[in-house]
């Protein structure tokens, strides 16, 4: 990288985390995600993913390591700027819609941040735009349908305009429909986008980049139709395809 090119979305380097148990999730994590890619995050349960996740917004700190969001340190002195920078939507949408209406929960960050009148109103527009919303703006959000609601939520950290969006198994509980129409907002937002999943035709779909984390390690980062046809990289990190699913065959197709 030249002196002149912008740093990295997200750069975690040797970061490596005990929990007050004693528990070590993570162990010398080091993962670079360029501005403008969108990467998946897979591995088994208990791999350490939420582990890292919780690091990126420094809700988790204190272990050894760095984390920069876009060249700034998650440290205690800048948080405020790094939820800003840092929106993750966690996946349940209903641990992030509390107000009476969709259009208060989408402007509570930015007002949060100071901002008012029509810049606001503006911010919070274009936010539901992107995600399809635009219309529900005046709906109590428990009115709204789990898909809908998720993609509320996803406009609430959008309306914040993050450097790197973090999404939390997006296509959980989602119908095919509207597994698809999430994908296809997703894959429309120009922004860096992180997505902890399970769902690896989901990955496959969205991400041209997958890591996997397992043991509190990376164990793999690569394309991620190579990492998905690698029979024996998968059964060892206990990842499983869909029954016929062939990453190649789909990766081809896309
Ligand atoms: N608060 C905690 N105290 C002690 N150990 C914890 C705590 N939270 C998580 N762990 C342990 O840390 C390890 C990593 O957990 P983590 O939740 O990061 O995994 P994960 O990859 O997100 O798993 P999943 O796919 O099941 O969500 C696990 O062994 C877990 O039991």
Redesign the pocket.
């Known amino acids: 990288m030249t002196s002149s090119a912008a740093p990295a979305s997200l750069e975690v380097s040797g970061l490596a985390f005990a929990?007050?148990?004693g528990?070590q999730?993570l162990f010398g994590v080091d993962l670079t995600v360029g501005r403008g890619e969108r990467v998946a995050l897979l591995?088994?349960?208990?791999?350490?993913?939420?582990?890292?996740?919780?690091h990126l917004n420094g809700i988790l700190t204190g272990g050894a390591g760095s984390v920069k969001v876009a060249g700034l340190p998650v440290e205690k002195r800048n948080l405020a700027e790094i939820r800003r920078r840092v929106g993750i939507v966690f996946q349940d949408p209903d641990d992030q819609l509390f107000m009476p209406t969709v259009r208060e929960d989408v402007a509570f960050g930015p007002a949060a941040s100071g901002m008012r009148g029509a810049e606001l109103e503006a911010r919070v527009h274009k936010a539901l735009e992107r995600v399809g919303m635009a219309e529900y703006a005046d709906r109590p959000p428990h009115h709204l349908s789990f898909g809908q609601r998720r993609r509320v939520a996803v406009a609430t950290v959008l309306a914040m305009e993050p450097e790197i969006l973090v999404l939390d198994e997006p296509s959980s509980n989602l119908d095919p429909a509207s597994r698809r129409e999430l994908a296809d907002i997703l894959r429309a937002l120009d922004v860096t986008v992180l997505m902890?999943t399970?769902d690896l035709p989901y990955a496959l779909e969205l991400c041209s980049r997958s890591v996997i984390?397992s043991g509190?390690t990376i164990a793999a980062d690569g394309k991620t139709a190579d990492v998905l046809a690698d029979d024996e990289l998968m059964r060892t990190h206990r990842l499983e395809l869909p029954f016929g699913f062939d990453p190649r065959a789909a990766a081809a197709k896309a």
């Open positions: 929990y007050p148990d528990h999730a591995g088994p349960n208990g791999a350490g993913k939420t582990t890292l996740v919780l902890v399970h984390l509190g």
